[in-house]
């Protein structure tokens, strides 16, 4: 397991008391390096501007790019830049890519890339719910557009729908989003109206909501999904805001139930991509839980 990370990261500072902050990432590599010292650890390169222009709009790349940020550049009332954001932004889109790379050419066989800010809820349009770019839907288009792979899942338990990967990839035969949420928060989209059989599928969770009713979606519907869909790759957009202790949510997962479902995906993996598997980090918002979930997380897939 190779972890791709940079110091930048830590710089973005949307301001004093946001809940998408830098000690969320120093928990998990702190975290990480206590509970797992066998850990490869590489610095993220930045992303180019060509290889961003495959999931989003030159007018989103400019404006986070070529806007002067002397003190902050609020884009909407949840997402803020700092002057620090765009080098941030950049370093974790291009975690994704050095990943990619790295594990189709057999350097290795698992990713995680500890970076931030987040990423899924960023359209091709717009930045928008803490998020820049779209790390994962980058990772998801070099894939296709390098390596000519067919058939990408892209996992995602953060428990807010990752509008901005489905808007993406909703007319991509060669990517399949599979997504559980809690219902009725933020972004309110995600519903099974929206569901394109292997292109788009979505289960909500209700409020108050555990691990019963989380194993029980991924064992009745979407790991028989992605066994049917056979992928070449597995990316994981890897939240862990459906912790019981997160305080933007109301679901009630523990630690546990992320290195269940981990081993389940690093199974699938196994049989259909060679082992390939990249994870990336989103959300969650609780320090305790953080630390607990990434390396739970870690456990999962390397076991």
């Given at each position: 397991?190779?972890?791709y990370?940079?110091?930048?990261?830590?710089?973005?500072d949307?301001?004093t008391?946001?809940?998408e902050c830098?000690?969320?990432?120093?928990?998990?590599?702190?975290?990480l390096?206590g509970?797992?010292p066998?850990?490869?650890w590489?610095?993220?390169?930045q992303?180019?501007?060509?290889?961003?222009?495959?999931?989003h709009?030159r007018d989103l790349?400019?404006?986070?790019?070529d806007s002067?940020?002397?003190?902050?550049f609020?884009i909407?009332?949840d997402?803020?830049m700092?002057?620090?954001?765009?080098?941030?932004?950049?370093?974790a889109?291009?975690?994704g890519?050095?990943?990619?790379?790295a594990v189709?050419?057999?350097d290795i066989?698992?990713a995680?890339?500890a970076v931030r800010?987040?990423?899924?809820?960023?359209t091709?349009?717009?930045?928008?719910?803490?998020?820049?770019?779209n790390?994962?839907a980058?990772?998801?288009e070099h894939?296709?557009a390098?390596?000519?792979?067919?058939?990408?899942?892209i996992v995602?338990?953060?428990?807010?729908h990752?509008n901005?990967?489905?808007d993406i990839?909703?007319d991509e035969?060669?990517v399949?989003y599979?997504?559980t949420?809690?219902?009725?928060?933020?972004?309110?989209?995600g519903?099974s109206?929206?569901?394109?059989?292997?292109?788009?599928?979505?289960?909500?969770?209700?409020?108050g909501?555990?691990?019963?009713?989380?194993?029980?979606?991924?064992q009745?519907k979407?790991?028989?999904?992605l066994?049917?869909y056979?992928?070449?790759?597995i990316?994981?957009?890897a939240?862990f805001?459906?912790?019981?202790?997160?305080p933007?949510?109301d679901?009630n997962?523990q630690?546990?139930?992320y290195?269940?479902l981990?081993?389940?995906?690093a199974k699938?993996?196994?049989?259909y991509?060679q082992g390939?598997i990249?994870s990336?980090?989103?959300?969650?918002?609780?320090?305790?839980?953080?630390?607990?979930?990434?390396v739970?997380h870690?456990?999962?897939l390397?076991a």
């Amino acid at each position: 397991m190779r972890v791709y990370t940079h110091p930048d990261c830590l710089a973005h500072d949307p301001g004093t008391g946001h809940p998408e902050c830098a000690p969320r990432l120093y928990s998990v590599i702190q975290a990480l390096h206590g509970a797992l010292p066998s850990l490869e650890w590489r610095e993220a390169p930045q992303a180019e501007r060509y290889q961003l222009e495959r999931a989003h709009s030159r007018d989103l790349i400019e404006k986070i790019l070529d806007s002067e940020i002397l003190g902050s550049f609020q884009i909407d009332p949840d997402t803020v830049m700092s002057p620090a954001s765009k080098s941030a932004a950049l370093h974790a889109a291009g975690a994704g890519i050095a990943a990619a790379d790295a594990v189709m050419e057999g350097d290795i066989t698992q990713a995680f890339c500890a970076v931030r800010p987040p990423g899924h809820h960023a359209t091709r349009e717009t930045a928008m719910g803490f998020c820049l770019f779209n790390s994962i839907a980058v990772c998801a288009e070099h894939l296709i557009a390098e390596h000519r792979l067919q058939r990408i899942a892209i996992v995602d338990f953060d428990v807010h729908h990752g509008n901005g990967t489905a808007d993406i990839f909703k007319d991509e035969p060669r990517v399949f989003y599979l997504s559980t949420h809690e219902a009725g928060i933020y972004p309110n989209t995600g519903t099974s109206d929206e569901n394109i059989p292997r292109r788009l599928s979505n289960a909500l969770l209700l409020p108050g909501s555990g691990s019963e009713d989380f194993r029980a979606i991924w064992q009745q519907k979407f790991l028989p999904e992605l066994d049917a869909y056979q992928p070449e790759i597995i990316l994981i957009s890897a939240g862990f805001d459906a912790h019981r202790l997160d305080p933007l949510a109301d679901l009630n997962l523990q630690a546990d139930d992320y290195f269940w479902l981990s081993h389940e995906l690093a199974k699938i993996a196994g049989l259909y991509s060679q082992g390939r598997i990249i994870s990336m980090l989103e959300g969650g918002y609780s320090l305790t839980a953080l630390r607990e979930c990434s390396v739970a997380h870690l456990r999962g897939l390397m076991a």
